[in-house]
């Protein structure tokens, strides 16, 4: 019978870490007080970190720290500084999204285990030949992944793969959401979600609201998969949620079967949003997935037993040898391996000598430990004495030794930061139009650009050779990939020159085609160490990640470029979100929109090979008050005077005659 995979659990305190542990998780992940997704959980002290690594040692867990979002220059220093620390305090990989600090991290510090965050959009095989290259040891997969698409991707990847297995689901692809950002300021790139897709629109309707998953029922075709790590979501829940939820799964996988109506029901009384879903796991992507949080739900959660904390306690062995003339010797044994120490040599007693009994109660005060002596043998001379206080020392010696068993060594080095250089400012201009249909027929508009990209399905059938580039889709799964491949080659055979990639994961298909390789947005570039990853790896261009300022894009340099007109792509979805707004017709022929509380309008239009794009509500806008260096531009919704009349304020630098969204300067 094949090994289980890990239990991962979430803490978003202390107290939870302790819950998971007493729960049964076999590895446990949290946040300090920097650089974790989940900025507003109460997240750990560097003091709480070094307890809860030690904690988690003693008792056999994995601890995982999330430093999982994006990183800007000027934080890199206290980044790398903040992930030695980790390193010495013995935490046992990083969960990161950012590759250039993972680069860095992996570089001055090679002893620490990267595991790649969902926020890096990791979802097909190539992703993972990626991250398997710079250095990682697993990815967690996208969440939108199939049984099928699992399967296969974890069969070809040469490194981990970690799935979610139950809690909240994010409507949009992980690392790929922009609106909270642009519609708040508080990016969910940076661990400041403000979940508006949790509100109604305009109608008092949730269209963006997922139910949580749980795989409770699907056990035996979960562990089919292959995935080497299965995560509960949580790290902003109570204690109580994560003993529960925790509970139930360890005995599930421990007993290799489904979920009882019973136990489905308690997961329910734990937490959920109107039930729970599969959807995306059986490919079945509808209206069923949605839910909301009733106050029903509410008070339940709010009855839930409360966590007195860890009962739990590890069994040892112990073994202890008091001869005359001999050293103290003291052996603790268990899954972890064995360790003996010795102490003082006995005297002979004067007048009460040490007898059998005391000895065995003074070797078995664990109380405060994470064990419990099962056995203990010992071996021993009548009449000897021993202090006490070296009974008890030794035994504390033995404890700690016997933790530590497994440790790794720690490797760290000093980081070094070369010396600003000049920085290239290339004057290049592209533009990507979303819809062939919109293509304006004037010359003039292609002689504005170096390069014009279509989505690659539009590409096929516009046929128009003044279009030169073609972008590939947000995400290509492992069993969409031969299509796009083929699609590939139709689009460079019909003239295409230029291709669009925001994915690592989809960079193989890209430099395959033999076209020139450029880096789209998604790509998350927010660093100068992640541009330049990008760039050795075969980009020729990168456009930058629409979050920064100015002042942090030319922190950055290079052949870069911002997005300097457009309505931002801010959630890629899986699931048709036009069908439950106004019919999926609507998102064929690019009439569909949601409306916010606010009577704010924001387009959806679809992708291939159906999903959708829900674009931000006002445009991007900089004719007036532009950035330096390359420019891109994004058109969706535009009809082809009005691109005109975009690449006409351009020239002239006109204010803005609309609602528009500002780049911030600094």
Same mark, same amino acid.
């Given at each position: 019978?094949?090994?289980?995979?890990?239990?991962?659990?979430?803490?978003?305190?202390?107290?939870?870490?302790?819950?998971?542990?007493?729960?049964?998780?076999?590895a446990?992940?949290?946040?300090?007080?920097s650089f974790?997704?989940?900025?507003?959980?109460?997240?750990?002290?560097?003091?709480?970190?070094?307890?809860?690594?030690?904690?988690?040692?003693?008792?056999?867990?994995?601890?995982?720290?999330t430093?999982?979002?994006?990183?800007?220059?000027?934080?890199?220093?206290?980044?790398?500084?903040?992930?030695?620390?980790?390193?010495?305090?013995?935490?046992?990989?990083?969960?990161?999204?950012?590759?250039?600090?993972?680069?860095?991290i992996?570089?001055?510090?090679p002893?620490?285990?990267?595991?790649?965050?969902?926020?890096?959009?990791g979802?097909?095989?190539?992703?993972?030949?990626?991250?398997?290259?710079?250095?990682?040891?697993?990815?967690?997969?996208?969440?939108?992944?199939?049984?099928?698409?699992?399967?296969?991707?974890?069969?070809?990847?040469?490194?981990?793969?970690?799935?979610?297995?139950?809690?909240?689901?994010?409507?949009?692809?992980?690392?790929?959401?922009?609106?909270?950002?642009?519609?708040?300021?508080?990016?969910?790139?940076?661990?400041?979600?403000?979940?508006?897709?949790?509100?109604?629109?305009?109608?008092?309707?949730?269209?963006?609201?997922?139910?949580?998953?749980?795989?409770?029922?699907?056990?035996?075709?979960?562990?089919?998969?292959?995935?080497?790590?299965?995560?509960?979501?949580?790290?902003?829940?109570?204690?109580?949620?994560?003993?529960?939820?925790?509970?139930?799964?360890?005995?599930?996988?421990?007993?290799?079967?489904?979920?009882?109506?019973?136990?489905?029901?308690?997961?329910?009384?734990?937490?959920?949003?109107d039930?729970?879903?599969?959807?995306?796991?059986?490919?079945?992507?509808?209206?069923?997935?949605?839910?909301?949080?009733?106050?029903?739900?509410?008070?339940?959660?709010?009855?839930?037993?409360?966590?007195?904390?860890?009962?739990?306690?590890?069994?040892?062995?112990?073994?202890?040898?008091?001869?005359?003339?001999?050293?103290?010797?003291l052996?603790?044994?268990?899954?972890?391996?064995?360790?003996?120490?010795?102490?003082?040599?006995?005297?002979?007693?004067?007048?009460?000598?040490?007898?059998?009994?005391?000895?065995?109660?003074?070797?078995?005060k664990?109380g405060?430990?994470?064990?419990?002596?099962?056995?203990?043998?010992?071996?021993?001379?009548?009449?000897?004495?021993?202090?006490?206080s070296?009974?008890?020392?030794?035994?504390?010696?033995?404890?700690?030794?016997?933790?530590?068993?497994?440790?790794?060594e720690?490797?760290?080095?000093?980081?070094?930061?070369?010396?600003?250089?000049?920085?290239?400012?290339?004057?290049?201009?592209?533009?990507?139009?979303?819809?062939?249909?919109?293509?304006?027929r004037?010359?003039?508009?292609?002689?504005?650009?170096?390069?014009?990209?279509?989505?690659?399905?539009?590409?096929?059938?516009a046929?128009?050779?003044?279009?030169?580039?073609?972008?590939?889709?947000?995400?290509?799964?492992?069993?969409?990939?031969?299509?796009?491949?083929?699609?590939?080659?139709?689009?460079?055979?019909?003239?295409?020159?230029?291709?669009?990639?925001?994915?690592?994961?989809?960079?193989?298909?890209?430099?395959?085609?033999?076209?020139?390789?450029?880096?789209?947005?998604?790509l998350?570039?927010?660093?100068?160490?992640? +541009? !330049? %990853?990008?760039?050795?790896? &075969?980009?020729?261009?990168? #456009? $930058?990640?629409? *979050?920064?300022?100015?002042?942090?894009?030319?922190d950055?340099?290079?052949?870069?470029?911002?997005?300097?007109?457009?309505?931002?792509?801010?959630?890629?979805?899986?699931?048709?979100?036009?069908?439950?707004?106004?019919?999926?017709?609507?998102?064929?022929?690019?009439? +569909? !929109? %949601?409306?916010?509380?606010? &009577?704010?309008?924001f387009? #959806? $239009?679809r992708? *291939?090979?159906?999903?959708?794009?829900?674009?931000?509500?006002?445009?991007?806008?900089?004719?007036?008050?532009?950035?330096?260096?390359?420019?891109?531009?994004?058109?969706?919704?535009?009809?082809?005077?009005?691109?005109?009349?975009?690449?006409d304020?351009?020239?002239r630098?006109?204010?803005?005659?609309?609602?528009?969204?500002?780049?911030?300067?600094?």
């Amino acid at each position: 019978m094949s090994a289980l995979p890990e239990l991962l659990a979430p803490a978003g305190s202390f107290t939870a870490l302790e819950a998971a542990i007493d729960a049964g998780a076999d590895a446990v992940y949290f946040a300090g007080e920097s650089f974790g997704a989940r900025a507003f959980a109460k997240n750990f002290t560097r003091d709480e970190i070094t307890e809860a690594a030690k904690l988690c040692r003693a008792y056999g867990v994995k601890s995982y720290i999330t430093l999982n979002t994006l990183i800007y220059d000027r934080e890199m220093r206290e980044v790398l500084e903040y992930a030695a620390f980790l390193e010495n305090a013995g935490i046992d990989a990083l969960i990161i999204a950012d590759m250039g600090a993972a680069t860095l991290i992996h570089r001055y510090i090679p002893t620490m285990r990267l595991h790649g965050s969902t926020q890096f959009s990791g979802h097909n095989a190539d992703a993972a030949k990626f991250l398997a290259a710079c250095g990682f040891d697993r990815m967690v997969g996208a969440r939108e992944l199939s049984r099928e698409d699992l399967t296969a991707l974890c069969q070809n990847s040469p490194i981990e793969i970690e799935t979610f297995i139950h809690g909240a689901l994010c409507v949009c692809h992980s690392g790929q959401c922009l609106y909270s950002s642009m519609i708040g300021g508080r990016s969910g790139n940076r661990g400041m979600c403000a979940q508006p897709c949790r509100l109604p629109d305009k109608s008092g309707k949730y269209p963006l609201s997922l139910k949580d998953l749980s795989m409770a029922s699907r056990i035996p075709e979960l562990l089919s998969t292959g995935a080497a790590s299965l995560k509960i979501e949580g790290r902003m829940k109570s204690p109580e949620y994560v003993h529960g939820v925790v509970k139930i799964y360890r005995r599930l996988l421990d007993e290799r079967r489904s979920a009882t109506a019973a136990e489905n029901a308690e997961l329910a009384e734990i937490f959920s949003r109107d039930g729970f879903t599969t959807g995306y796991f059986d490919r079945k992507i509808n209206a069923s997935m949605l839910g909301t949080r009733s106050e029903d739900a509410r008070q339940k959660s709010r009855e839930l037993t409360p966590f007195c904390g860890i009962e739990r306690k590890v069994p040892i062995r112990m073994a202890a040898t008091l001869r005359r003339g001999q050293a103290f010797a003291l052996t603790v044994c268990g899954e972890k391996g064995e360790v003996t120490v010795c102490g003082g040599t006995p005297e002979e007693a004067r007048t009460a000598p040490l007898d059998r009994a005391a000895l065995e109660k003074n070797l078995t005060k664990l109380g405060a430990t994470a064990y419990t002596c099962t056995d203990l043998a010992i071996d021993m001379d009548d009449g000897l004495i021993l202090r006490v206080s070296e009974i008890n020392a030794l035994r504390r010696e033995a404890i700690e030794r016997y933790a530590a068993i497994g440790e790794r060594e720690h490797v760290t080095s000093e980081p070094s930061f070369a010396h600003p250089t000049e920085k290239e400012d290339p004057k290049a201009r592209t533009a990507l139009v979303f819809r062939a249909k919109n293509l304006p027929r004037e010359d003039a508009f292609y002689n504005y650009f170096d390069v014009v990209f279509l989505p690659l399905a539009e590409y096929l059938q516009a046929k128009d050779p003044r279009v030169k580039g073609v972008q590939l889709p947000g995400a290509i799964f492992e069993t969409e990939k031969d299509k796009i491949a083929a699609d590939l080659a139709r689009a460079r055979e019909m003239g295409a020159e230029h291709v669009l990639c925001g994915n690592y994961g989809h960079l193989p298909l890209a430099t395959a085609s033999g076209m020139h390789v450029h880096g789209d947005f998604r790509l998350n570039i927010t660093n100068k160490t992640s +541009a !330049e %990853l990008a760039l050795a790896n &075969g980009f020729e261009s990168l #456009i $930058l990640s629409p *979050e920064l300022t100015q002042a942090q894009s030319r922190d950055i340099g290079g052949n870069v470029r911002n997005i300097v007109y457009g309505r931002l792509p801010i959630m890629l979805l899986e699931k048709c979100a036009a069908t439950d707004l106004s019919g999926c017709k609507a998102c064929g022929n690019d009439r +569909a !929109e %949601l409306i916010d509380r606010r &009577g704010k309008h924001f387009p #959806i $239009l679809r992708e *291939e090979p159906h999903r959708n794009l829900l674009f931000n509500s006002v445009p991007t806008y900089a004719a007036d008050r532009p950035p330096r260096g390359g420019q891109h531009f994004l058109f969706t919704t535009e009809k082809p005077q009005e691109m005109l009349a975009v690449l006409d304020a351009y020239e002239r630098r006109l204010p803005p005659e609309y609602d528009i969204r500002r780049i911030k300067e600094k």
